[in-house]
């Protein structure tokens, strides 16, 4: 199983031109991959209310203000597009708990080492991989999210990509990372009637092999499903431990 964003080579999704053109064209809220109330139990569990967050490549999504109204106190919002952000920070003007900068998230160096304790990520990561020079650009990207990330704190990366095209980037050594795996349905998605789950099985971790990598014998419920990697920071006395979690640690 190897799945990556598909439609790559349709759109430069990485490109500020193409977003500011989409932005300007539609401007209506939208929430790529999840909407806040899916990602919920996994964000309370991850990400403590008064922690400072940052959502990078926000767009116009709701997920921030979802996230204000639930009792989260101080969420830094960046994009590339300049239209996205500037109708963000008109549309926030009055909510002290949101702010917006127009940022590329290949250089945030505005902000100093260890700024953050959670880093959000909805798409973006899969956005750079669709763009021109995406191996470069995905390594700039979360060199900078590492950098930002208090030691303890999180990257919280919701994506398409599954372990075979997403940990080769994740579990390089200069992230000092933790790695647990989720897996999610996408949006919509109708279980069979044979089949009963409950949405507590999706906060259990997904057993990983020790290269990383799920079982062969693993079987997507959905087969669309969204991966969400909880990346934790370690700190000097954990990183030499696994940056991830073994089949043995799980089961």
Same mark, same amino acid.
């Not at 919701?158 to 949006?187: C, E, F, Q």
């Given at each position: ?19 500011? $053109? ?34 990078? @490549? ?5 997920? *921030? ?27 926030? $003007? ?28 909805? @798409?973006?990561?899969?956005? +750079? ?16 999210? *590492? ?13 398409? @990509? ?35 789950? *409950? ?41 030499? +431990? ?10």
């Amino acid at each position: 199983m190897q799945r990556d964003v598909s439609s790559c080579n349709t759109y430069n999704y990485g490109d500020a031109l193409y977003w500011d $053109a989409r932005y300007v064209q539609d401007a209506l809220s939208f929430d790529w991959y999840q909407r806040y109330s899916s990602l919920r139990p996994f964000v309370r569990s991850f990400v403590s209310t008064s922690s400072r967050v940052l959502m990078v @490549g926000c767009g116009n999504s709701l997920m *921030s203000e979802d996230m204000v109204n639930d009792g989260y106190e101080d969420i830094m919002n960046v994009d590339i597009s300049s239209v996205a952000i500037e109708m963000m920070q008109t549309k926030y $003007a009055s909510v002290p708990q949101l702010k917006y900068m127009q940022m590329d998230v290949r250089d945030m160096s505005y902000f100093a080492d260890d700024s953050f304790d959670t880093v959000i990520d909805k @798409g973006t990561l899969d956005s +750079l991989m669709c763009g021109s020079d995406a191996l470069l650009s995905a390594s700039r990207m979360l060199g900078e999210v *590492s950098r930002l990330i208090k030691p303890g704190g999180t990257y919280f990366l919701i994506t398409y @990509g599954d372990p075979k095209v997403r940990m080769p980037h994740l579990t390089r050594s200069a992230y000092n990372w933790k790695i647990s795996l989720y897996i999610i349905p996408r949006p919509g998605f109708k279980r069979p009637e044979s089949c009963s789950s *409950s949405a507590k099985s999706c906060m259990e971790a997904i057993p990983i092999t020790s290269e990383g990598m799920l079982p062969h014998d693993y079987v997507l419920e959905d087969p669309d499903s969204h991966f969400i990697y909880i990346c934790t920071k370690k700190d000097e006395e954990e990183a030499q +431990l696994p940056s991830y979690p073994l089949m043995a640690d799980v089961l």
